[in-house]
Every structure is written in structure tokens, then in C-alpha cells.
């Protein structure tokens, strides 16, 4: 009974810490650029795109497809960057449910 009660502490400090870091990761921005630099596209740690920013010599009617698919880079960039944000920070509380018997 009481290593029950123990688990039941050491979840709900997990679940705390989990949601503390949710709150931290939020708050966080991420810029993701493209190779050549031409555009910056900025998240939050909750994946909502707050900038776009491009350079005007990106900007080509000609050539609608490039920019397109270097936005899409950029912004690609940008969410890797929250997941590897993501993994970082819930990796060590997940590691802690291992010891609890998940």
C-alpha cells in the first residue's frame, strides 16, 4: 500500500514538471531559415507560427514554386527545432516513468 502511495507522488511531481516545462516550451521561439538565408520563419513552442520574414530579392513572380518550397524549408526548419526542443525536455521526465512501471 504504501509503495502505491509513493508511485501515486512520484506521478503527480511528474505530471507537475511535465506541465511546467509545457508552459516553458510555449514561451519559447524558434527561427528556421533555409540554406540560403532568404527567409526566417518563427514559431512558438506550441507549433503556432508567429513571423514570416523574407529578403525582397526572394521574391520572383517568375519563379512562384522556389519560394514556396523555400518557405516550406524555413518552416520545416522551425519545427524540427520545437520537436528536438520537445524531446529534450519531456525525455527526462519520460525516463522517470520507466521507474514507475510504465
Not at 505530471?15 to 540560403?36: I, R
Not at 514554386?65 to 528536438?84: F, G, I, P, R, Y
Request: aromatic share 2%; glycine share 8%; charged share 25%.
Amino acid at each position: 500500500m504504501m509503495n502505491m502511495q509513493k508511485m501515486m507522488k512520484q506521478a503527480q511531481k511528474m505530471q507537475a514538471q511535465m506541465e511546467a516545462s509545457q508552459k516553458e516550451l510555449a514561451a519559447t521561439t524558434f527561427t528556421g531559415t533555409e540554406p540560403s538565408g532568404m527567409i526566417k520563419v518563427t514559431v512558438t513552442g506550441d507549433k503556432k507560427v508567429e513571423k514570416i520574414e523574407l529578403k525582397p530579392d526572394v521574391v520572383d513572380p517568375d519563379d512562384i514554386d522556389m519560394l514556396q518550397d523555400l518557405l516550406l524549408e524555413a518552416t520545416n526548419d522551425a519545427l524540427s527545432q520545437v520537436d528536438a526542443a520537445q524531446e529534450k525536455s519531456f525525455g527526462g521526465i519520460s525516463k522517470g516513468l520507466s521507474g514507475l512501471g510504465f
